[in-house]
């Protein structure tokens, strides 16, 4: 499952690890959509003023601390991001570092494993939905290129040339009824 990314050596030169491509998408988006679902829960609450800020901002800093703890063990390790291994330690660091802060000893154990168990059932729920997300993007990608028409009964019709040059005289005959209209009536 873990593959390697080193590059040949070059004459005799020890081999180097090239950085993985996407480490700040896979840090930057799961942080601000974490603060976006906190701010979210935060407005739905009783006491939506306080908490709103509060949980948005406590959201992204467990979800950008755990995501980088994840990519600071791929990258230790050498993995694909797709490894569960990687969200395993960083649930289990993140965890430790954070319930350290807010609980002492038990906060650390006890916050290490709910994150590695959250963090790591999120990112095997992310890898089992991929494939079904990327199917349907490419659905709504292939339907947004062709063309495409609503159904007979809808109030929305799509006009040809022809539709459009009679509703534009229709048009400009109204207006000009109404024009000779409020004209008619100033001058009584």
């Known amino acids: 499952m873990a593959e390697t990314h080193r590059q040949a050596p070059a004459d005799g030169?020890?081999?180097?690890?090239?950085?993985?491509?996407?480490?700040?998408?896979?840090?930057?988006?799961?942080t601000f959509l974490g603060g976006m679902v906190g701010g979210g829960f935060g407005l739905v609450s009783k006491h939506r003023?306080?908490?709103?800020?509060?949980?948005?901002?406590?959201l992204a800093i467990v979800a950008g601390c755990y995501c980088g703890a994840r990519e600071l063990a791929r990258d230790a390790r050498v993995s694909e991001p797709d490894d569960l291994i990687n969200s395993l330690i960083g649930g289990i660091s993140s965890?430790?570092?954070?319930?350290?802060?807010?609980?002492?000893?038990?906060?650390?154990?006890?916050?290490?494993?709910?994150?590695?168990?959250?963090?790591?059932?999120?990112?095997y729920a992310t890898i089992q939905l991929k494939p079904h997300f990327n199917k349907f993007l490419d659905t709504i990608h292939q339907n947004a290129n062709s063309s495409w028409s609503l159904p007979?009964?809808?109030?929305?019709?799509?006009?040809?040339?022809?539709?459009?040059?009679?509703?534009?005289?229709?048009?400009?005959?109204?207006?000009?009824?109404?024009?000779?209209?409020?004209?008619?009536?100033?001058?009584?």
């Not at 491509?21 to 799961?30: A, F, L, T, Y």
């Open 95 to 123: 965890g430790a570092v954070l319930g350290r802060l807010q609980g002492g000893r038990l906060g650390a154990i006890r916050y290490s494993i709910i994150f590695a168990t959250v963090g790591t059932a999120l990112d």
């Open 49 to 58: 003023k306080v908490h709103a800020a509060s949980l948005a901002a406590n």
């Open 152 to 188: 007979e009964w809808s109030p929305i019709q799509v006009m040809d040339e022809e539709a459009l040059a009679a509703k534009r005289s229709r048009e400009e005959q109204l207006y000009s009824q109404r024009v000779l209209g409020k004209l008619n009536k100033e001058k009584s």
């Open 13 to 30: 030169e020890t081999p180097r690890i090239r950085s993985s491509e996407g480490w700040k998408e896979r840090i930057m988006i799961p």
